[in-house]
């Protein structure tokens, strides 16, 4: 079972990026998918979660308005689209299968991480 983010780089602030995480291994059709962060020195912290159908969607105070999550059951892969990038979402960012929420605890599956940073 794995889970592989991509999509991360380097880009100005005010730019955009987007993050795709596909799974292998098994589908993740029934699980909550979110994405996490952790900046340099800091705590993994929650960004956004999708449920397993798509509909429902969770974002922390910081994205809202700039990022959104969304799922293709069918290719089986998560995409976090991010606008208006700020200095201050430079992390690296996992994705996560488990249940629909913000605990790090109720995810299963992680990804490896990729690297955004955001200049400014």
């Known amino acids: 079972v794995q889970l592989q983010a991509c999509g991360g780089g380097l880009v100005q602030a005010g730019g955009s990026l987007r993050l795709s995480c596909a799974a292998s291994g098994r589908t993740f059709s029934r699980d909550a998918m979110g994405w996490f962060r952790q900046a340099p020195g800091k705590e993994r912290e929650f960004v956004a979660a999708v449920n397993w159908s798509g509909t429902n969607t969770y974002y922390t105070d910081s994205v809202k308005g700039r990022f959104t999550i969304s799922r293709d059951n069918a290719k089986n892969t998560v995409y976090l689209q991010m606008n208006s990038l700020k200095p201050e979402d430079t992390a690296v960012y996992y994705c996560?299968?488990?249940?629909?929420?913000?605990?790090?605890?109720?995810?299963?599956?992680w990804g490896q991480g990729t690297l955004v940073t955001v200049s400014s």
């Open positions: 996560a299968a488990g249940r629909y929420g913000r605990i790090l605890d109720e995810y299963d599956y």
